[in-house]
């Protein structure tokens, strides 16, 4: 049933559930009023009866020749008083106590009603009682009604009226309503495939559009049905940014694929052409220098893999181990490791606070690292790198500034980016950030911090890290921390 139900499209699911939700309101509507009808008339019908016996009373039985002693029998009672009320399905018949007919109607030709004794005991006991007997092919109501004079019952009437007229009406009724039930169920059925067709045409138009765009994966193209105020238009608008997200993150990842290649075929190529100088050059001096310049390059290119592998682990959820950590020793570890690479520039070291935090010590120590080798890569030789650990309104800070080149303010918000590239001077050449203040962002981020960073062109550039402070009683989690790239 679930797969004949999947099947099935939304247009039809739609109008056969407003079908079924219309025949079953007309269905108990037209239920209420034929029971209604039909309980209506039959007290109409047996209020009748009554009315009907007190005239027979009053008509066989007048007041000034009632008698206590009176007795019944077939001699003594004489029906045509009662004449003008014969009519087809309309019969009178007068009982003794003891059950035998001792008076009928001519237009019962002599053939009484059948006598139900149950209903003969409470006319005896004083009580009126109403039944249904069948006469011939006709259904007839009885009332069967005491006469009584004091307490004591002379004779009982049973008089009846042709339920036919009834049944008649009920049964048009009945027409009439399943005429009208299949009439509001088909104008139903077709007024809501009308209105999930025109209510769901958009969304056909969505299908279509979207394929189309996946088909020619022109990302770059938007349903645009912002005019819409309604759910169909909240959807599209959700779509088309996910189609800006989608066409943001192949662009991203068709740019970042083209620089790291372009990072990685940089050092492949000084190394593949310095270790062919090393078997031409005879120098010997000139043949080590060529093997320095290559060990040099298979460090850069170490490096741009760990690099790599380090986002890849980040995209997947990067574990980050959880200790007190001194953020004095990390940064004075990560700038004794700068001093080795950064020929010509002057790297210093500040500790105003020794602050302790809860982290990853080698995680924080490659934090530093990267902001100290992207400091020595932008800023030209002779130039000063400092670094600073102190304490701010509650937070442990470590600062790295120099003195260097700055970054325009419009591409400080882009530079955390994967590879984010900035144009420089008139030729068009191109400064890549590379990876390494994107994976700045990120492990600050896993261990609860903040990176900032202002800059002023010409003047230099000062990146600040804030991290919460280490709480004096501390006891490692049971389960380590995951760095996620969202």
Known sequence: MPRLTSDVSLRLRLAVTYAVVVALVVGVLGTVLYVTMRETLGAEMDQRLQVRVEEIRYALWPPQVASPSFEMTGRQLDLSPIAQLEAPGRYVQVLDPSGSVIGLTTNMQGTPLPIDQANLQ??????????????????????????????????????????????????????????????????????????????????????????????????????????????????????????????????????????????????????????????????????DECIREAREQTERLSRLVSDLLLLAQIDRGLTIEHHRVALSAVCERAVQTARQHAAGHEISLQVRNAVQIIGDEGRLEQIVSNLLDNAIKHTPKGTDVGVTVDEHDGQARILVSDTGEGIAAEHLEHIFEREYRVKRGRRGSYSSYGLGLAIVHYLTQAHGGQVEVRSVVGEGSCFTLSFPLAPREWSAPARPALASAS
């Open 122 to 287: 409470a006319a005896r006991r004083g009580q009126s009682v109403f039944s249904d007997v069948t006469r011939g092919a006709r259904t007839l109501r009885v009332l069967t009604a005491p006469v009584a004079f004091g307490n004591n019952v002379v004779a009982v009437i049973q008089v009846t009226q042709s339920r036919e007229p009834l049944n008649e009406t009920m049964a048009g009724l009945k027409q009439t309503l399943t005429t009208l039930g299949l009439a509001a169920l088909g104008l139903a059925a077709s007024v809501g495939w009308l209105v999930a067709y025109r209510g769901l045409q958009p969304l056909s138009e969505i299908t279509s559009r979207a394929a189309d765009i996946a088909s020619k994966r022109n990302f770059g193209e938007r349903l645009r049905l912002r005019r819409r105020r309604d759910e169909i238009g909240v959807l599209a608008e959700t779509i088309d940014g996910l189609l800006a997200q989608v066409e943001h993150t192949l662009r991203t990842h068709r740019e970042f694929v083209a620089d790291t290649s372009h990072e990685l075929r940089n050092p492949l190529l000084a190394i593949r052409t310095n270790l062919e100088l090393v078997t031409r050059v005879a120098d010997q001096e000139a043949r």
